[in-house]
């Protein structure tokens, strides 16, 4: 079964414009990444907060996680085109093997 | 090379057809996953080794789906008898912890993107 979901979202914004998606999981976890996937490519790791964390920010990233709630929150400033993807939570049960297991994704248009 | 590598890019597979999926890890290092990800969906795990040992393959789904990676470095994906739910990308990740060296992030490859006819 999959841990972390997303919030069902396909978020359409102009470019300029801040973009937030939400995460949810159930169970304790080490820590909770994010990832972008474009369309054709890959999975790309853009930031990873441990649970002893609350907020990280990275460039235009911000993540926040709330353990209480086991929820965490990926903003997106001043969005790009080139930010139009899908975005993926992973959250690190612990199993101690680093093993994920992934929302089902936002899709984010950003539109020129 | 500089990144996860994963041949071939795209298979066709006539149903009940044998595939085997490439996967290259980043030289070095330790772990590396395997996980399948269905047309609108998140990836799902399917198996992980430690340098050459399989040590979780709870994720595969029967017992047509086969790992190796017997010199800890290169690992095939083997699939028998492939059915029409097989149809998904394929995904091989690599990180360069070993399990005790939490925290940290994986790197991906681009996947194989699997079609059974």
């Known amino acids: 079964s999959q841990q972390g979901e997303e919030d069902p979202q396909a978020l359409s914004i102009q470019e300029g414009e801040n ?10 976890i080490n820590n909770l990444q994010w990832y972008r996937q474009n369309s ?51 959250t690190d049960r612990g199993y101690g093997n680093n093993r994920l297991a992934f929302g089902k994704g936002n899709q984010v248009v950003v539109i020129p | 090379g500089a990144g996860v590598s994963q041949s071939p890019r795209y298979k066709v597979a006539k149903r009940g057809q044998d595939v085997a999926l490439r996967c290259d890890p980043i030289s070095g290092h330790v772990s590396l996953f395997w996980y399948q990800q269905a047309l609108g969906q998140g990836p799902e ?46 995904l091989c990740a690599s990180s360069p912890g070993a399990p005790a060296r939490r925290n940290t992030e994986a790197f991906f490859g681009q996947g194989t993107r699997l079609t059974v006819v």
């Open chain 1, 40 to 90: 054709g490519r890959g999975l790309v790791h853009l930031i990873l907060i441990r649970s002893n964390e609350r907020e990280k920010h990275s460039g235009r990233l911000r993540v926040t996680l709330d353990t209480s709630k086991k929820s965490s929150s990926l903003l997106i400033t001043a969005s790009r085109a080139a930010d139009t993807a899908s975005y993926f939570c992973a």
């Open chain 1, 19 to 28: 973009a937030t998606m939400n995460c949810s999981y159930k169970t304790s």
């Open chain 2, 45 to 90: 795990f399917l198996t992980y080794f430690q340098n050459e040992a399989q040590l979780d393959k709870s994720g595969l789904p029967s017992d047509r789906f086969f790992a190796e990676r017997p010199e800890g470095s290169v690992s095939t994906l083997k699939i028998q008898r492939t059915q029409q739910e097989d149809s998904a990308v394929y």
